[in-house]
């Protein structure tokens, strides 16, 4: 009988302190976003010779996106090359005269720093040269192009917009209080408005700060594969597990 009554006790006191997990399914709005988007813009002034890709159209990284009408470009580098080697020719000829103190070493410091000009002049003109294509940084597709062909661009204007072609991600606001349970690597489901698709994701990262104001964070979440139906802008509904102790 006192054995009996110790047992009762015991189960008694372990289901008191016990707890119990229940699962909640919580909801919250999605946007996908890009890991790699890019906004080409010119760094010369030129005019637009050709457009190799345009809006849709996959590339390879190093692909000439847009190239342009350089000609005055060459024709300075061509000039600066001379000028760079008469100031070549004029430095070694000035070390010579110095050597036989024909000239004095402020003579011969004039040619070192015309030498010295004429190679900074020189490699401007090359990475000018250079900049008459605009390479692809990586392998992805055009977003959108706004200029055309024949037209005359100032330096830094907006020429288009590209997105790589890696995993897609989904940006998402949450209630802080979710922190309790929600973790980078928790899975999701991810229901994609324009297409109806179910797809996975997992979290890869949380926000620094809550806002004091909502009492929200935001999360990214990335999609677990490429899929070839999903694109940046779409949007969706992601689908938490919560896993709440009780």
């Known amino acids: 009988m006192r054995i009996l009554l110790i047992t009762i006790l015991l189960i008694f006191s372990t289901s ?6 229940e699962v909640e399914v919580k909801e919250a709005r999605t946007l996908v976003t890009a890991t790699e988007k890019v906004s080409i813009s010119s760094e010369i002034a030129a005019r637009v010779e050709k457009i190799n890709f345009l809006m849709g ?4 990284k190093g692909d000439v996106l ?5 000609k005055l470009y ?3 580098l061509d000039v600066i ?27 011969y410091q004039l040619s070192e720093s015309a030498l010295k000009k004429a190679e900074a002049e020189l490699s401007i003109a090359k990475l000018n040269v250079e900049r008459c294509n605009i390479l692809a940084p990586y392998n992805g597709k055009v977003m959108d192009v706004y200029t055309n062909v024949f037209t005359s661009i100032e330096q830094r204007q907006p020429l288009m917009d590209i997105v790589g072609d890696g995993l897609l991600e989904a940006a998402v606001v949450v209630p802080s209080k979710w922190l ?13 408005d324009e297409t109806g698709e179910v797809l996975d994701a997992k979290v890869i990262s949380l926000g620094a700060a809550v806002d004091a104001v909502s009492q929200t964070i ?28 009780t």
């Open 218 to 245: 935001e999360l990214k979440a990335q999609f677990n594969e490429k899929y070839e139906s999903l694109i940046p802008g779409m949007s969706g509904i992601v689908k938490f597990w919560a896993k709440i102790k």
């Open 81 to 107: 090359k001379a000028d760079h080697k008469s100031a070549k020719i004029q430095l070694k000829n000035d070390k010579e005269l110095l050597d036989m103190r024909s000239i004095g070493e402020l003579q």
């Open 57 to 60: 159209d996959a590339f390879k």
């Open 180 to 192: 309790k349970w929600l973790k980078k690597g928790y899975p999701v489901k991810i229901i994609i």
């Open 16 to 21: 008191a302190f016990s707890e119990t997990t």
């Open 66 to 70: 847009i190239s342009f009408d350089c």
């Open 74 to 76: 060459k024709a300075q």
